[in-house]
């Protein structure tokens, strides 16, 4: 049995790893940042979104209709450091100590301890991957990944390390056994990567990974922030993802 600790004044954070993973699911929650948490039961799948949302438009697309692979992937805008998954997944920074958008707003929800586990890491190179505890987050590990720099039209070496981003990520989700797992939008804000090209990147990968391994996860979240990001994912879900 694990002792207690106090995560708002523990210094170790290997002791508080090891007494959140002793928790059940339930008893986790007394330990969230936040109350208004939201289950993977209530994030809607592909499947049930396009069907929900269907309209007369045909889409042509070069994949077959798989309705397994249509309940592995999720497309959800809103806070991913509310959603209860295994991981969510950080666009961090080199440094992995945390800076602006979505890598400031996860290490905040996360606390103090988050940072003094990111500091035994020695940083993260472009296009890798690293994991963590979520701490006080409802998610249960943070993969951090740091996506390419882009000023103007990325080039094909930035192409390959933002899918490496997504390819390394999803490797540490196979290595730690996790079932689920919620992206943002990785190097489209302040690190410059035009959003189409970065979502048909993200899509693809996505459609490939799952047709190796979708039995060895329940769901891959898509998580954006802003409308116009969800515009361009429900443009291009369809083409990847047919629903019938």
Known sequence: MAAKVDLKTSSDWKEAKAFLNYLSDQQREEHFFCQDFI?????????????????????????????????????????????????I???ANSSLMGGG??????????????????????????GKAKITGGYHLPAKYVIHTVGPVVQGDPNPSQVQELRSCYLNSLQLVLDNSLR?????????????????????IVVGTFREWLEKHKNKVDRLVICVFLEKDEKIYRKLLPYYFPVA
């Open 39 to 87: 289950t993977l039961k209530k994030i809607p799948t592909w499947k049930d979104s396009e069907v929900n949302e269907a309209t007369d438009e045909v889409v042509k697309s070069r994949y077959q209709v798989d309705n397994v692979l249509n309940e592995k992937i999720s497309l959800f805008r809103g806070d991913i450091t509310k959603l209860q998954v295994d991981a």
């Open 89 to 91: 997944v950080n666009a």
């Open 101 to 126: 958008s979505v890598d400031g707003c996860i290490h905040l929800a996360a606390g103090h301890l988050l940072k003094e586990e990111c500091r035994t890491l020695h940083r993260c190179e472009t």
């Open 180 to 200: 689920s797992v919620a992206f943002p939008c990785i190097s489209t804000g302040v690190f410059g990567y035009p959003s189409e090209p970065a979502a048909e």
